[in-house]
């Protein structure tokens, strides 16, 4: 009976101690991952963006995160982080979109960020990375690179910002080598190893030296560095994958967004944005250039100082559709945000189709 | 040493109903192991997993709504399965369930409305997993093909249809490209039925979907047949069974009910058709039909188990900071811990020391 009354009191204990976390004061921050923080490649960068801001802001703020949500059924765990007192919630992939904002007219003291969508609320902002100023920069060192002048593409999904990724890619290699053609596989998924390593795998047998990913596993840059060929590390720097094979990564650096936006909670003057940075504001990072000659590091670093200093820009018009009509609004220097943003057509130069 | 298993001879009721308890809390005890090895509390652990939930009607609606797609597509299963009969395609039939109701949502989109999209929409998506389930039976009817394998082959070809369709002709036009449908419009959604949470009315239709089935196997003759055809082929065939009939009957029940429980899903929980309309539950519903022991009503407390562990996973996602792979690791221990009960209530353990004679 004694050890039975033992027992209660510790649950008791256990229980009085859960509920009494729940208070501190901290301004509790809550992110919704895609897939696993170890995919080390999108999901770990942000992953990496929430440990850099639990370390800038210490003891003000506790940060949780829950991984491998899965997009259609992903409402319930945003709202679980609503209900268990998060007042700021990054859900970090397109298809949260929806249930972001469902979920947000329920709670309208929290703030939510949602990443890569359009749908915004006065307590939903959105943001998101000019990932394809990067894209431009790997195009035209593949440009450089290439032996058999035929560049592999792992693709994820149809959606614009890989489509305007690919179509940058091919304007940077255009600028430098103007019989580059770009072979694309759908690999139909962010994260899975398996399926990226064979489109690959199969990127290579058809005749490509270097390989190009838009999938968040390091598993296609692992084949081409098994193959003697060349790659571009995804959303993280995955040197370690591929030492050899690695000309550089388009890093995702979202710690100075997440550290603006948990600053700006404390200090009571959150508002909804939509924020596009790009590598001008630190956003996307280029990892350092290896594997390849100096004259092509070079170029490589004074096309990456151009776009930071707004000199030069991936989609400078004219620029040229498949049929060779020029996209640009009369009179203008670049194609329009919004016009990148909603991309779905390819530009001049890709021998292929996008998938509709 | 030897080690054998032993017939039972009989088994008792208690001892049936015992056993997935007793796999309960063995499969708890290896879980708290595993949390205690992560050096957290296993007492805490305990709470979040599978108390906490319980406590609020927030979560026992969420609860529900978790085990609504399961509870349907297990119902089903277990009239192929208790008839030897292995449809292992119930996740395409769920998603083109789902895609063809949610056309008729689409189709109706902007209009005027009415009363009759939402039965519309259930009777499509449950007529559309019909005619797929009976390409796998009318195979196996006509050409003997094994339906293990077309059933399966044809779940890609429907995640592809719907993918296709997604980012092509039901794309929303005002959406950038992005692949996603409109947002269903009221007349198209199952309502909610209260506020504070999201139970909506497909849990009702779950309730009733087990309820029938389990009058069905008690008491009906087609109930029977199903039975007698899976325990006793050769005789169900002399007292003039005709099996290719049934065949065709359980696969079309099954595929019915996965593409009834895709269409629920999409109008009751998602609201709109997405390149992908299903975390699996196709085939976790497999994993529940089982557990539940391939009666009907063994399914709706195996689905809410299993939604449970979903639920208190993400709960000690956030409250203990635990992985979210011991969720899936559980899982896994609990069907462990009960197909090895279920084992121990047919056999028992027979050891003899020394040589074998």
Not at chain 1, 198 to 216: E, F, N, P, R, V
Not at chain 2, 117 to 134: F, K
Request: aromatic share 10%; glycine share 10%.
């Amino acid at each position: 009976m004694k050890r039975l009354l033992t027992i209660a009191t510790a649950l008791t204990l256990s229980l009085a101690g859960s509920a009494f976390a729940q208070n501190t004061g901290k301004l509790k921050i809550g992110f919704v991952y895609v897939g696993p923080v170890g995919d080390f490649g999108y999901s770990y960068q942000h992953d990496q963006g929430r440990q850099a801001l639990q370390k800038a802001l210490g003891d003000k703020v506790e940060t949780t995160f829950l991984e491998n949500v899965p997009e259609n059924d992903s409402e319930r765990s945003i709202e679980q982080l609503a209900r268990t007192g998060h007042k700021l919630i990054f859900t970090t992939s397109f298809g949260f979109m929806d249930p972001t904002l469902k979920v947000a007219k329920r709670y309208p003291n929290v703030f939510f960020e949602h990443a890569t969508g359009f749908k915004r609320d006065k307590n939903v902002a959105t943001y998101s990375a000019k990932f394809h100023e990067g894209r431009y920069i790997i195009g035209q060192i593949a440009g450089k690179m290439t032996k058999t002048n035929t560049i592999g593409y792992v693709a994820s999904f149809p959606i614009p910002e890989v489509v305007s990724g690919i179509n940058a890619f091919i304007r940077g290699a255009q600028t430098v080598n103007p019989n580059i053609k770009v072979k694309i596989v759908w690999a139909n998924t962010w994260f899975d190893p398996g399926k990226e390593a064979d489109a690959a795998k199969a990127l290579l047998a058809q005749g490509a030296d270097i390989i190009s990913q838009h999938t968040d596993s390091a598993a296609p840059l692992q084949e081409a560095e098994k193959a003697g060929k060349l790659g571009f590390g995804q959303a993280s720097d995955m040197e370690r994958f591929a030492p050899k094979a690695q000309l550089t990564s388009i890093v995702d650096d979202w710690s100075t967004y997440y550290i603006s936006r948990a600053k700006l909670v404390l200090e009571n003057k959150w508002t909804s944005t939509d924020t596009w940075d790009g590598i001008g504001d630190k956003a996307v990072v280029m990892a350092p250039f290896k594997n390849m000659p100096d004259d092509v590091k070079k170029m490589a670093e004074e096309t990456t100082a151009a776009i930071a200093g707004g000199k030069l820009h991936p989609f400078k018009c004219p620029v040229l559709d498949q049929a060779g009509k020029d996209q640009c609004k009369p009179g203008a220097a670049a194609l329009e945000d919004g016009q990148i943003l909603g991309m779905n057509w390819y530009v001049k130069g890709i021998d292929d189709k996008v998938p509709q | 040493m030897r080690i054998d298993l032993v017939a039972r001879n009989g088994r008792s009721r208690l001892v049936e109903i015992a056993a997935p308890l007793v796999a309960l809390i063995a499969a708890m005890a290896i879980g708290g192991l595993l949390v205690a090895l992560l050096g957290k509390s296993p007492v805490q652990a305990f709470f979040v997993y599978f108390v906490d939930p319980l406590m609020e009607s927030w979560s026992l609606q969420e609860l529900a709504v978790k085990a609504t797609p399961l509870v349907i597509i297990a119902v089903g299963l277990c009239f192929c399965f208790r008839a030897n009969l292995w449809n292992i395609g119930a996740e395409g039939q769920f998603i083109l369930g789902g895609a063809m109701g949610g056309w008729i949502a689409l189709l109706t989109h902007g209009g005027a409305g009415g009363w009759w999209i939402l039965p519309a929409m259930l009777l499509t998506g449950a007529l559309a997993g019909l005619a797929y389930a009976l390409i796998p039976a009318l195979l196996r009817v006509w050409l003997g093909v094994s339906e293990i394998l077309t059933s399966l082959m044809l779940v890609y070809i429907a995640q592809f249809f719907l993918d296709y369709m997604v980012r092509g002709p039901w794309r929303d036009p005002k959406g950038f490209n992005f692949p996603v449908t409109v947002n269903f419009a009221d007349a198209a959604t199952l309502p909610q039925l209260f506020d504070g949470g999201r139970m909506h009315a497909g849990v009702l239709i779950a309730i009733v979907v087990a309820l029938v089935a389990a009058l069905v196997f008690s008491r009906s003759l087609f109930g029977y047949e199903v039975r007698l055809v899976g325990a006793a082929p050769r005789a169900a065939r002399f007292a003039g069974f005709d099996d290719r009939r049934l065949t065709l009957s359980v696969f079309a029940i099954s595929g019915a009910l996965a593409g009834l429980a895709g269409i629920v899903e999409v109008s009751g929980q998602i609201g709109q058709l997405q390149p992908s309309i299903s975390p699996g539950y196709g085939f976790t519903a497999i994993i529940v039909a089982f557990l539940g022991r391939l009666s009907p009503i063994g399914i709706v407390v195996a689905g809410l188990v299993l939604a449970l562990t979903y639920i208190g996973g993400e709960s000690a996602q956030v409250a203990m900071k635990l992985p979210f792979y011991l969720t899936g690791a559980f899982q896994g221990i609990l069907l462990m811990c009960v197909l090895a009960a279920d084992v121990f209530t047919r056999y028992r353990l027979s050891v003899q020391f020394g040589r074998a004679a």
